[in-house]
């Protein structure tokens, strides 16, 4: 896990967008936070509200409401609360025990009720509904089958010789 730091969210935003995040750490309105991440709002031209967290590998990350920011950059909100929590002493809580208990009550579930849960998901998350879109086909293209619904071979019939 990295560690929150100026130089993570120079790397994470870019030379020009954590220059400009420094100026906006006075228009930070507000810091929360939660067991896994920080959220925050940021006036700029609108207020955007902004998410930081650990992604699996350790790797911060950051969304923002912004027209920048939901092209999937790490933008100058996200470096404005960045640097907020920095002052105060403070950092993005690291994933902890309840992500295990999430991961075991999932493979708890039947598959009909993950993927019920997780069409909920991405039908409102373009990010994630991008995402596993791009796996599905992946995974059709490197197994030749494409990922069809049960039934979905009905009436090919393979002939069985004897």
């Not at 020009?16 to 929360?32: I, T």
């Not at 699996?56 to 999937?72: D, H, I, K, V």
């Not at 994630?128 to 089958?145: D, F, K, P, S, Y």
Request: aromatic share 6%; hydrophobic share 35%; net charge neutral.
């Amino acid at each position: 896990m990295a560690t929150l730091t100026p130089a993570l969210l120079r790397h994470r935003a870019g030379h020009k967008s954590y220059w400009r995040g420094l100026a906006y750490r006075d228009a930070v309105v507000s810091v929360v936070h939660h067991p896994r991440h920080v959220t925050g709002v940021v006036r700029g031209s609108s207020e955007y509200s902004i998410t930081l967290t650990w992604d699996a590998e350790g790797n911060l990350r950051g969304t923002c409401a912004c027209p920048y920011g939901e092209q999937g950059f790490f933008c100058k909100h996200c470096v404005a609360v960045g640097l907020v929590l920095l002052d105060r002493g403070e950092t993005v809580p690291a994933p902890d025990a309840e992500d295990d208990e999430l991961r075991t009550a999932l493979t708890r579930l039947p598959r009909a009720a993950l993927v019920e849960h997780l069409y909920e998901q991405a039908a409102r998350d373009t990010a994630l509904r991008e995402r596993v879109l791009a796996e599905a086909e992946e995974t059709t293209r490197a197994t030749g089958i494409p990922n069809q619904p049960n039934g979905a071979f009905q009436g090919k019939v393979i002939p069985y010789r004897r």
